[in-house]
């Protein structure tokens, strides 16, 4: 009977033992926080220390997929101008980085042959009028039964020759820019246009002043960056979680701080095993001054999106390994700062979302900055610090 009473006195001071460590620990515990004691500041070192005081609110977070590409743009959106015939160059009227319209005229060029062109074409008219002529004779005389039926089918076969060599010059002319009413007006034109064939910008001059350029010969190219797209390699653990319309900011590496927006407009099907990556293409939208087909660029798009507390950045200190924020409450001309322990969760655009123990839930007005000024007024008053 004794040792039984001995092992259940021994089980309840065991017991008491253990409560008595969990309270000093939850003892120790509040006692941590409880050593950053709460802090009182008039208005004047509030307004001094720039403190600003406001209610905890909500913010979207978003998950950011990282990816990198370049810069790329449909076919249909680039063109190199070539002569449609030899000749030199007079006049160039646009630079690089200008920008054109489709059929302005970007520079003229200059050649006997252009004049020689229009006087053949003036002569291959006059000889197809003289053999209608001919013909519309012969044929006369035929029905006459006066007429030889070889010289008739000489002329015919002469004059439909002529109307096919009228033609194909009319046609050159045309390609050249010279109207040939004009020229059979005596209007006659010794320079020809080159025309940009689409809407864009002058990305690259090839030519100079008084150089021969023949017609497989590159002039200058021109490409329309409204249709310009970052072709992006993403990685196969992030691509289901990409979506066709999420926003997607880019950036240029060389170019820190500059920013362009844009959309998921595609996502390819075929998985490239070499590098782990799927193809992503974005539309590029608003701004797009300084990009070029074939930069480098990289970008993040914006994926899940998530509300949550948060603060500033300049509303949050660390402590001892540990966060804190500060609530306020304001009585008469002075302001009663009390730290509260909170649980980073993530950062983004100068934000910080936070996690509150259970029982501030509830949590209203805080220090949304200042809040390194706040510890250091607190450390004051613990030190006894004036």
């Given at each position: 009977?004794?040792?039984k009473?001995?092992?259940?006195l021994?089980?309840?001071?065991?017991?008491?033992?253990?409560?008595?460590?969990?309270?000093?620990a939850?003892?120790?515990?509040?006692?941590?926080?409880?050593?950053?004691?709460k802090?009182?500041?008039t208005?004047?070192?509030?307004?001094k220390?720039n403190?600003?005081?406001?209610?905890?609110?909500?913010?979207?977070?978003?998950?950011?997929?990282?990816?990198?590409g370049?810069?790329?743009?449909?076919?249909?959106?680039?063109?190199t101008?070539?002569?449609?015939i030899?000749?030199?160059?007079k006049?160039?009227?646009?630079q690089?980085?200008?920008?054109?319209?489709?059929?302005?005229?970007?520079?003229?060029?200059?050649?006997?042959?252009?004049?020689?062109?229009?006087?053949?074409?003036?002569?291959?008219?006059?000889?197809?009028?003289?053999?209608?002529?001919?013909?519309?004779?012969?044929?006369m005389?035929?029905?006459?039964?006066?007429?030889?039926?070889k010289?008739?089918?000489?002329?015919k076969?002469?004059?439909?020759?002529?109307?096919?060599?009228?033609?194909?010059?009319?046609?050159?002319?045309?390609?050249m820019?010279i109207?040939?009413?004009?020229?059979?007006?005596?209007?006659?034109?010794?320079?020809?246009?080159?025309k940009?064939?689409?809407n864009?910008?002058?990305?690259?001059?090839?030519?100079?002043?008084?150089?021969?350029?023949?017609?497989?010969?590159?002039?200058?190219?021109?490409?329309?960056?409204?249709?310009?797209?970052?072709?992006?390699?993403?990685?196969?653990?992030?691509?289901?979680?990409?979506k066709?319309?999420?926003?997607?900011?880019?950036?240029?590496?060389?170019?820190?701080?500059?920013?362009?927006?844009?959309?998921?407009?595609?996502?390819?099907?075929?998985?490239n095993?070499e590098?782990?990556?799927?193809?992503?293409?974005?539309?590029?939208?608003?701004?797009?001054?300084?990009?070029?087909?074939?930069?480098?660029?990289q970008?993040?798009?914006?994926?899940?999106?998530?509300?949550?507390?948060?603060?500033?950045?300049?509303?949050?200190?660390?402590?001892?390994?540990?966060?804190?924020?500060?609530?306020?409450?304001?009585?008469?001309?002075?302001?009663?700062?009390?730290?509260i322990?909170?649980?980073k969760?993530?950062?983004?655009?100068?934000?910080?979302?936070?996690?509150?123990?259970?029982?501030?839930?509830?949590?209203?007005?805080?220090?949304?900055?200042?809040?390194?000024?706040?510890?250091?007024?607190?450390?004051?008053?613990?030190?006894?610090?004036?």
């Amino acid at each position: 009977m004794k040792t039984k009473t001995y092992l259940f006195l021994s089980g309840v001071f065991f017991l008491m033992s253990c409560g008595a460590k969990t309270n000093e620990a939850e003892n120790r515990k509040e006692q941590e926080t409880s050593d950053m004691v709460k802090v009182v500041l008039t208005d004047e070192q509030v307004h001094k220390l720039n403190i600003k005081v406001d209610d905890l609110a909500e913010f979207t977070f978003t998950e950011s997929i990282d990816g990198n590409g370049k810069l790329v743009i449909s076919p249909q959106s680039e063109a190199t101008i070539t002569p449609q015939i030899g000749g030199n160059i007079k006049q160039i009227l646009v630079q690089e980085g200008q920008t054109v319209s489709k059929g302005q005229t970007v520079a003229y060029l200059s050649h006997p042959d252009f004049a020689n062109l229009q006087t053949q074409y003036l002569s291959a008219l006059n000889r197809q009028k003289y053999l209608r002529k001919e013909y519309e004779r012969q044929t006369m005389m035929m029905n006459e039964g006066v007429g030889a039926g070889k010289d008739y089918d000489r002329t015919k076969s002469e004059l439909q020759i002529a109307n096919g060599e009228l033609s194909m010059l009319s046609a050159q002319l045309g390609q050249m820019g010279i109207s040939p009413s004009a020229v059979l007006n005596g209007n006659p034109k010794m320079n020809i246009t080159v025309k940009s064939p689409i809407n864009g910008t002058v990305e690259q001059v090839d030519v100079q002043m008084g150089q021969f350029v023949s017609p497989e010969m590159s002039m200058m190219k021109i490409a329309n960056t409204n249709n310009i797209f970052a072709d992006l390699k993403i990685f196969q653990r992030d691509i289901l979680k990409v979506k066709v319309g999420q926003m997607v900011t880019l950036e240029l590496p060389n170019a820190k701080g500059t920013t362009y927006k844009g959309k998921v407009y595609s996502i390819g099907k075929t998985f490239n095993a070499e590098t782990q990556t799927v193809d992503v293409r974005v539309h590029i939208e608003g701004e797009r001054t300084g990009l070029i087909a074939g930069m480098y660029i990289q970008a993040q798009i914006a994926a899940n999106m998530s509300k949550m507390k948060a603060v500033p950045s300049e509303a949050i200190v660390e402590e001892n390994g540990k966060s804190y924020i500060f609530t306020s409450l304001r009585q008469g001309k002075t302001w009663q700062f009390s730290p509260i322990p909170v649980k980073k969760i993530k950062e983004e655009r100068g934000l910080v979302a936070i996690e509150l123990p259970e029982s501030k839930a509830n949590l209203s007005q805080i220090a949304q900055s200042g809040a390194y000024y706040i510890l250091s007024e607190m450390k004051k008053g613990e030190t006894g610090e004036e």
